[in-house]
């Protein structure tokens, strides 16, 4: 569905404007929405657009590989929307080459409200909701696993993170999950999913934000165990729940993992998954967050070689600008 028709010139101008370094500052006035791994998500305050959330990926080399990155990105989020059922907000894209000749590739949604993504309703809404919010991911979760269970063509991925879900209808003012309130799911970026067993977008793409003097590292250690973390319904519950570390709510955590195991044994009993444990959401925080932190750091090593030492262009934004 690629019904959103979005000025081409606007986003050139916009792109233009834009110094990676400090996004808000950027001569079209935009808003960061959130900071991605490769992709940051912006709303840019220009009359027809302000309903719209932008998420720019500065990662192709070529415009074939950003073509078949759109193919992929296409084909994957009908596969999410029609064959698996999960809501999601109307989308489009973007595709142009920026004046360094760059290829920039932007997925366009419509907006949804700031304070119903989960990562930010979480903290408005109370307890037995939150809990209840997360058995409505898990449900989300099921059809995707329920779907790859059902036939031997495709296999599809997903990231369950609870910052990629926004909740129907939230109401700021009167946090509740209400009866009957719909998830939408919007983190598309990442379109990953197999058919017959083959994987339908290069993996290398990811990396290429990565510093280059970690991608080899990176690609050796961790690339095939990260892709593969997504196709894995417990280990994406691990890592939702892991999610309760990183908002600064552990005292949730024993309460999520019964309630986790509960929906595994009672409710999708036919799919086999292993109960997950606190010790293993514990060790896996842990990892993640030292991983992502390094990361991190040696991205701002890398934009430091690239911009002052090599006085090149360094495309990515980077979370944890200051922004003055
Ligand atoms: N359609 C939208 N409307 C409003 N905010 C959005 C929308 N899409 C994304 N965001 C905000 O941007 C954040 C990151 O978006 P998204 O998960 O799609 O990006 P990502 O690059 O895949 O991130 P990550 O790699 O961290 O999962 C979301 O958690 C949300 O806060
Ligand atoms: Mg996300």
């Known amino acids: 569905m690629s019904d959103m028709q979005v000025d081409l010139d606007l986003l050139r101008e916009f792109e233009q404007g834009l110094d990676p370094r400090y996004p808000e500052r950027s001569k079209v006035p935009a808003r960061v929405l959130g900071y991605g791994e490769i992709s940051t998500v912006f709303a840019i305050e220009v009359d027809g657009v302000r309903d719209l959330a932008f998420k720019r990926l500065p990662i192709f080399h070529t415009t074939g590989e950003m073509e078949q990155y759109q193919a992929a990105h296409e084909e994957y989020n009908r596969l999410l929307e029609e064959e698996i059922g999960l809501h999601m907000p109307a989308h489009g894209h973007v595709a142009f080459l920026c004046d360094t000749g760059r290829p920039i590739f932007y997925i366009i949604q419509k907006q949804l409200p700031y ?107 961790f690339l095939e165990d990260v892709v593969n973390r997504y196709y894995d319904f417990h280990r994406v519950a691990v890592d939702l729940v892991a999610n309760f570390y990183k908002e600064q709510r552990p005292d949730m955590i024993p309460d999520l993992v019964e309630r986790v195991n509960d929906f595994f044994a009672q409710e999708v009993a036919h799919l086999g998954v292993q109960p997950i444990t606190e010790k293993e959401v514990r060790s896996y925080y842990r990892e993640d967050a030292l991983i992502w932190s390094l990361y991190l750091s040696m991205r701002k090593v890398d934009r430091f070689i690239h911009t002052r030492l090599l006085r090149r262009e360094y495309p990515y934004i980077l979370p944890g600008t200051i922004v003055r």
């Open 115 to 221: 304070s119903s993504v989960g990562n930010r309703a979480m903290h408005l809404l109370p307890r037995e909701d939150t809990l209840a919010l997360v058995r409505q991911i898990l449900l989300e979760l099921s059809k995707v696993w329920s779907f790859n269970a059902r036939q031997d063509r495709l296999q599809v991925a997903l990231d369950g993170q609870i910052s990629n879900w926004c909740i129907e209808g939230f109401d700021p003012q009167n946090p509740r999950l209400k009866e009957g309130a719909s998830l939408w799911y919007v983190d598309t970026s990442t379109p990953l999913f197999r058919v017959q067993g083959v994987e339908q977008l290069d993996p290398e793409l990811f990396l290429r934000s990565a510093p280059s003097f970690l991608a080899w590292v990176l690609r050796l250690l």
